[in-house]
């Protein structure tokens, strides 16, 4: 078992930074992929961003490429979502996720936190 809990979320205006955060706890945390999804009011939840188990590996939604930068510490069971030059359009839940392997489909995720609200305004 997993149990995730995010932090960081907020109101930033657009063109901002925020940086969330995702602790873990349980056992195994380095050996899951970690991932960041996140939902708009009447949206379904979309993928945002994943990184391996060791961190080598990351993988990006077209919509945040070269804005956000997802990372990770395993010592401390953490992973990190930089977000940059954020748009209004970036406002929703986020939402950490854990999973066996590398994926960016919600149902391969197997463990997931709470959500944190973000919200861009203009």
């Known amino acids: 078992q997993v149990q995730l809990v995010e932090s960081g979320g907020g109101l930033v205006q657009a063109g901002g930074s925020l940086r969330l955060s995702c602790a873990a706890s349980g056992r195994r945390f380095s050996s899951f992929t970690m991932g960041w999804f996140r939902q708009a009011p009447g949206k379904e939840r979309e993928f945002v961003a994943a990184i391996s188990w060791s961190g080598s590996s990351t993988y990006y939604a077209d919509s945040v490429k070269g804005r956000f930068t997802i990372s990770r510490d395993n010592a401390k069971n953490t992973v990190y979502l930089q977000m940059d030059s954020l748009k209004p359009e970036d406002t929703a839940v986020y939402y950490c996720?854990?999973?066996?392997?590398?994926?960016?489909?919600?149902?391969?995720?197997?463990?997931w936190g709470q959500g944190t609200q973000v919200t861009v305004s203009s």
């Open positions: 996720a854990a999973a066996p392997t590398i994926a960016v489909v919600v149902v391969a995720y197997d463990y």
